[in-house]
């Protein structure tokens, strides 16, 4: 069955072709007609037997990428506070100032809000004998799945335009092994800020521009600290940088994007590379969180003493 649609609003419709408790999975042809919204998303043309979180191209692939807030009308406004970098000159001599800057909290009002975490569904592209094909997890029919495949029903459409469904051959699609894509291991050893921020120019860029300077702030301290190796997301997972320190065992994960807040892991950098986003965000896996506000630079160098 081939579904040609921009959305779904429900899957009802697969009532009549699949029983309840059914395994399928959703795919699409990966050949050429395909080829742009596949480097879109994070594949490269000579991709193969490979799995990443897409990119964002729109709504359906931002939500399953980083999740969203949902406002609390119903609550009380609170304060939140946002960080800046705040420039001024300062006196330093007759006749003479000096540029002097600093990063600030500025306070500010805001309905009270509620994470909904990303559903992190991945796509692979595998090779088949009857060609490349994109495919979703194996998915269940039943109603506690229905918003799931409706889930991933629309990022095919958003991504591809149209999606398949599969129920033959599942085992054989299953058994190939593939290769996630969603970190790129910087070089072991240490590097010098300069050439470390080369290589984050798009993570930084990718950020709000007043937010920049703070980003970069962020990324300089960490990285003082001479950690064994970086890693920069990519895909879907953009906007995310590791550092890993192996002989105390912390691997910092900080985010330019999510939850106002540096994460930190003790998993081996084996492990967390396996984790999908939604478990890195889940603050059952991680050992702490910095939260980004004054303060933050002391917490993290209590965290790698």
């Known amino acids: 069955m081939i579904i040609k649609k921009k959305r779904v ?48 191209v729109g709504p359906v692939t931002e939500f399953n990428a980083e999740g969203r807030y949902n406002k609390r009308k119903d609550l009380p406004m609170e304060t939140a506070y946002r960080q800046v970098e705040w420039t001024w000159e300062q006196w330093s ?15 500010y009002q805001r309905y009270q809000r509620e994470f909904v975490a990303p559903p992190a569904v991945e796509l692979s592209l595998k090779s088949t004998e009857n ?12 109603g506690k799945n ?16 149209e999606v398949e469904l599969f ?38 860029n990718a950020a709000p521009e007043g937010s920049r ?23 879907g997972f953009n906007g995310y940088v590791i550092f890993g320190f192996n002989k105390l065992g912390v691997y910092i994960c900080e985010s330019i994007f999510y939850g106002n807040a540096t994460y930190v ?22 050992r702490d969180r910095l939260i980004h506000r004054a303060g933050w630079d002391a917490a993290l160098r209590d965290t790698l003493k």
């Open 9 to 56: 609003q429900k899957v009802d419709f697969l009532n009549s072709i699949l029983k309840d408790g059914q395994k399928f999975v959703l795919g699409i042809s990966g050949s050429g007609q395909h080829k742009d919204a596949l480097e879109r998303i994070g594949f490269k043309a000579d991709s193969n037997n490979e799995s990443l979180l897409p990119g964002i």
């Open 93 to 107: 001599g007759y006749n003479q100032t000096e540029t002097m800057t600093k990063i600030v909290d500025v306070p």
């Open 131 to 142: 060609g490349k094909i994109v495919v979703s997890p194996t998915l269940i029919f039943s």
């Open 146 to 161: 229905y918003d799931l495949i409706k889930h991933v029903i629309n990022i095919y459409l958003e991504v591809f335009g």
């Open 167 to 204: 129920t033959g051959g599942l085992d054989k699609i299953e058994s190939i092994p593939t290769k996630r894509l969603n970190w790129q291991v910087l070089p072991k050893g240490e590097m010098p800020w300069a050439q470390f921020y080369d290589k984050v120019k798009k993570v930084v």
């Open 213 to 235: 300077p703070v980003v970069v702030n962020r990324l300089e301290q960490i990285n003082g600290y001479k950690p064994d190796f970086q890693a920069i997301g990519v895909a």
């Open 265 to 286: 892991f003790d998993k081996n950098w084996e492990a967390l590379s396996r984790l999908t986003k939604a478990e890195i965000l889940s603050e059952g896996l991680q």
